[in-house]
Structures are given as C-alpha cells and as structure tokens.
C-alpha cells in the first residue's frame, strides 16, 4: 500500500476507481498499521482532509473547514456522523440494490448537495458543479454526497466488486465484470482470500 502525507495525516493513493467507493473504502482502517473494521474517519479534521486529498473539496476551502471546526466542534461532529451513516447507506446499496431504506438515506443527503450546488464555466467555457460556501461544515458530507449520486444513476453501481475476505470488504470498480482480489494492506484475513481466489479462480483470471 502506497502512503502519502497530506497535512500532517497519512492518505493511500486512490485505487477504488471511484471517488464514491473511495468514501465506502474509510471504513477498512487505513493508518500505518491497517486495521479491517477500525473506523478510519476519526474527527472532522480527518474527514476534510480526506476530501481534499479525494479531490472532493479545493485546498483553501479544506484549510477553511478546519479552522471553523476548531470554532464549532459540536457542528463538527454532527457533519462527521452524518458522513459516517452516508458512508454505511452507500454501502449497503452497493452490495444490495433493493435496500431502500439505505438508498432513501443516499438520496436525501444527494438532494441536499444538489440544493446547495452551482453551476460554473471557467474561462475556457468548461462547466463543472461547486458547493456553495454558504454550506459551511458541512461541504465535505455534501461532497460525499455528490459523489454517492454520481456512483449510483451510472452503469458503473453494477461493476463493484468485493474483497471476499471475512474481515475486509474493500469495494473496487472492476469495469471487465471480474472479481478482484484485495492485494491491499487493508485485508485482515488475506490467508483466507488466496484460499478463496485459488478455489474460485477461472482458467482466463489475470
């Protein structure tokens, strides 16, 4: 696993091919001693870094948020679990279509972000969607937002694919429809993953 030092915490390189599974993916203990299951997103300050280093949210505005969060701690920490349950529901859509419960989760928080959201051309006449400041903490939940919507109304929702380790669950975009393997220092059971890729394993499997 590849690590990065992004202010002051340490980031892995983006591998899940999405910036939607990348928000799935902070659950599975990325540190410099992974642990499967440990919660990753452990304060606000992490969360924003998080999004600035998925390129969710621009540099000056993640400096921002941590500021204010230092101010407003408790407003913090209610974005911070509001992340963490948006987290859980694009999970569980993710691997179970049909859970609508979660999915009504997904989709109030993306209605939220899509409220909050700007349409803006650069000088080159490009256009791409921005979160209003007026949003205030919580930017990096809408982000994550965006991004879970963005996820789900592609063809791409039925191209994740699972770690099949007991004690993983990594998700990954695999565009060819094939399993992929956790190689990843996240797997806490890979012992058990060779056994099930080598039982499982198809004569064409790169």
Known sequence: MHWIDVDGHPMPVLLAGH???ELCNTWGGWDESPAPHREWLRDYDRLAVWAGHADLLDAATVR???LT???RP?????VLAETRTLRAALRAVLLTPGDTAA??????IAERAAAASRLHADAAGTARWTLGAEAGLALPLLACGRAAADLLTTADRHRVRACPGDDCGWLFLDPRGRRRWCSMAVCGNRA??????TRHRRPDHR
Do not use: H, Q, S
């Open 192 to 197: 058990k993953v060779r056994a099930y890729a």
């Open 19 to 21: 910036r939607g599974l």
């Open 69 to 71: 969060a230092e101010e």
């Open 64 to 66: 921002r948020l941590r």
């Open 74 to 78: 408790d407003v913090a920490d209610r």
């Open 103 to 108: 999915f009504d989760v997904v989709a109030a």
